[in-house]
Nanobody
Framework: QVQLVESGGGLVQAGGSLRLSCAASGRFFSSYGMGWFRQAPGKDREFVVGISWNGASTDYSDSVKGRFTISRDNAKRTVWLQMNSLKPEDTAVYYC???????????????WGQGTQVTVSS
């Protein structure tokens, strides 16, 4: 079983930056693909970015490409999401997720965190 704990959310002005962290328990973290998703009020959860087990492959949604960066440190069992040039439309609860097969996907994941709120004011 894997537990994922997100942190780093908060309130920021438009144009500002935040860095989200996702800390994982369990000794197999280094083999998991990881993803970040977000869900705004009244909207479906959407894929933001994914990263493969070794960091060699990433994919970003068009809405965040060029502004967000995902990274991971398997020794620290942590994935980060650096968010720059934030916009009010980035406001959402952000979730990290893990897949046992080592790859990212815009769809199904095996484990989910509880989420962290990001609010961007205009």
């Amino acid at each position: 079983q894997v537990q994922l704990v997100e942190s780093g959310g908060g309130l920021v002005q438009a144009g500002g930056s935040l860095r989200l962290s996702c800390a994982a328990s369990g000794r197999f973290f280094s083999s998991y693909g990881m993803g970040w998703f977000r869900q705004a009020p009244g909207k479906d959860r959407e894929f933001v970015v994914g990263i493969s087990w070794n960091g060699a492959s990433t994919d970003y949604s068009d809405s965040v490409k060029g502004r967000f960066t995902i990274s991971r440190d398997n020794a620290k069992r942590t994935v980060w999401l650096q968010m720059n040039s934030l916009k009010p439309e980035d406001t959402a609860v952000y979730y990290c997720a893990a897949r046992r097969d080592g790859f990212w996907t815009q769809g199904s994941y095996d484990y989910w965190g509880q989420g962290t709120q990001v609010t961007v004011s205009s």
